[in-house]
């Protein structure tokens, strides 16, 4: 079956950096788009950035210029780089593959900015 797994959240400053780390199993990983997705308390799940089995990437506009997303894939993961980070980045970050209605989910990782 279809398993992703999420590691690398935590507590950091603001300005501070994490990066994000996604292993997927049971998909032909080369072959796939995977999205970053982040949700906050009482708010929406929004799309942070996605990486296209090519390597195209797509960012939110809020994270533009701070996160980087990209894959390996020898090792079936896709990353996620956030630098610069800030106090409205803190949420529930999860991968997904096959779209958010049909598509495949983490269990997600924390990410808390907080001085």
């Known amino acids: 079956q279809v398993q992703l797994v999420e590691s690398g959240g935590g507590l950091v400053q603001p300005g501070g950096s994490l990066r994000l780390s996604c292993a997927a199993s049971?998909?032909?990983?080369?072959?796939?788009?995977m999205s970053w997705y982040r949700q906050a308390p009482g708010k929406q799940r929004e799309l942070v950035a996605g990486?296209?089995?090519?390597?195209?990437?797509n960012y939110a506009d809020s994270v533009k210029g701070r996160f980087t997303v990209s894959r390996d894939n020898a090792k079936n993961t896709v990353y996620l780089q956030m630098n610069n980070l800030k106090p409205e980045d803190t949420a529930v970050y999860s991968c997904?593959?096959?779209?958010?209605?049909?598509?495949?989910w983490g269990q997600g990782t924390q990410v808390t900015v907080s001085s």
């Open positions: 997904n593959v096959g779209g958010v209605r049909r598509g495949y």
């Open positions: 049971g998909i032909i990983f080369s072959i796939n788009a």
């Open positions: 990486i296209t089995s090519g390597g195209s990437t």
